[in-house]
């Protein structure tokens, strides 16, 4: 009997062994923010691949990262430019159908760009995965880590839904953790949700703490056992936070850059002064 163990065993290790390797994918278009490669880069560092899919072949990414032509996914480009908030193109708009698409097709696990990854991820190769936000609202459910198996019902709705709202003006978050969150309740699984700690340990409203030398430890702590975090980089935009600098000396992101090797992608680092003016109120000690 224990040589039939021992055998057992050894087939189960040699299974584990040979399962496949989580693969991620993003969207991007046009040129790459130093903030946005630094995020890229952290993929490559883990040993984990990831797919950039663009309609621009020539666009700039770090070492590791395989590009791919984005109209194997949509390909019709001009539905870029039919996404519409407040009135306005939007290309985070257009990147939430991408992803339910490009998940349909190619059962790859979706990633945003602005996904800084922490360690190598312990999930499933298959399957689905997302994860929770935070614990009340509307928002409650975040799709910037996403995957489901390309039959999932709530797959085909996320598609239909976003397939709908193409030329039809509409306000941000519509398409992406609203929709996500409504039909995540709707099929009632909720308990398949990955913890908060584990894909969004900062919450929108403390993007800036990523930005601050004193607060470096706290960020160390919160993340200790998350696999990634999301920047939230729409509010660094809406902040009027210049991209192309580099957060202050001994930020939590200075130092994953000075990890990840692309500091030199920055034009400069912002003063932690001045960077505190610039966010004024947004920053609550």
Not at 154 to 167: H, K, N, P, V
Not at 192 to 214: G, V
Request: charged fraction near 25%; glycine fraction near 6%.
């Amino acid at each position: 009997m224990k040589g039939l163990a021992d055998s057992w065993r050894g087939i189960m290790v040699r299974k584990k062994a040979s399962a496949p390797a989580v693969e991620f994918a993003t969207f991007w278009q046009g040129p790459v923010d130093p903030l946005t490669y630094t995020c890229l880069a952290s993929f490559p560092h883990h040993g984990i691949r990831l797919r950039l899919y663009s309609y621009d072949p020539e666009i700039e990414v770090p070492k590791g990262i395989e590009v791919c032509d984005a109209r194997l996914i949509v390909p019709d480009e001009t539905r870029m430019r039919r996404y519409l908030v407040n009135g306005r193109p939007s290309l985070a708009r257009f990147a939430n159908s991408f992803r339910y698409e490009m998940i349909r097709l190619t059962q790859i696990c979706w990633v945003d760009a602005d996904i800084l990854c922490l360690k190598t991820p312990e999930l499933p190769w298959a399957g689905v995965v997302f994860g929770r936000q935070d614990d009340w609202g509307k928002h409650a459910f975040n799709g910037a880590v996403l995957r489901f198996p390309p039959d999932h019902p709530i797959l085909e709705s996320l598609i239909e839904e976003t397939s709908c709202a193409i030329d039809v003006d509409s306000t941000w978050g519509t398409l992406g953790p609203e929709l996500l969150t409504r039909l995540i309740r709707k099929h009632d699984i909720q308990r398949l949700s990955r913890k908060r700690q584990e894909f969004y340990p900062i919450a929108p409203h403390s993007f800036w703490k990523l930005l601050l030398a004193d607060r470096y430890p706290e960020l160390c702590d919160i993340t200790r056992d998350s696999t990634f975090i999301h920047l939230w980089q729409q509010m660094f935009k809406w902040s009027h936070y210049d991209l192309s600098k580099a957060p202050p000396v001994g930020s939590f992101l200075y130092q994953e850059g000075v990890r990840l090797g692309t500091l030199h992608r920055f034009a400069g680092v912002y003063d932690e002064m001045d960077l505190r003016e610039l966010l004024g109120d947004v920053v609550r000690e």
